[in-house]
């Protein structure tokens, strides 16, 4: 099993910025890609930006030029930096790990609970 902590969700100002993180723990063998989802009120859930394990990073176009993944394959850790943020960022943000473990040795795609980023005009 694989559990998923996220944190840095909150309330900022429109063109603040906000750091979310998302560490995953468990028996895990290897992690494949990491990522961050978004849902906003009313709308279905989007990707926002992942880092497969090659290390390339692949952003929705909304957010390119303010919004950053990286991972730290030592901690399990996802992290997306966010600034300039607008209105239409706010949303349930939520963390994605595709992993294989001792119960599915295949890659198998585990999420967050999701943290609320909301961003005031």
């Known amino acids: 099993q694989v559990q998923l902590v996220e944190s840095g969700g909150g309330l900022v100002q429109a063109g603040g910025s906000l750091r979310l993180s998302c560490a995953a723990s468990?028996?895990?063998?290897?992690?494949?890609?990491m990522g961050w989802y978004r849902q906003a009120p009313g709308k279905q859930r989007e990707l926002v930006a992942d880092?497969?394990?090659?290390?390339?990073?692949n952003y929705a176009d909304s957010v390119k030029g303010r919004f950053t993944i990286s991972r730290d394959n030592g901690k399990n850790t996802v992290y997306l930096q966010m600034n300039s943020l607008n209105p239409e960022d706010t949303g349930v943000y939520y963390c994605?790990?595709?992993?294989?473990?001792?119960?599915?040795?295949?890659?198998?795609?585990?999420w967050g609970q999701g943290t609320q980023v909301t961003v005031s005009s």
């Open positions: 880092i497969p394990s090659g290390g390339w990073t």
């Open positions: 468990g028996s895990i063998y290897n992690i494949n890609a």
């Open positions: 994605k790990v595709v992993a294989t473990t001792p119960r599915r040795p295949y890659a198998y795609d585990y």
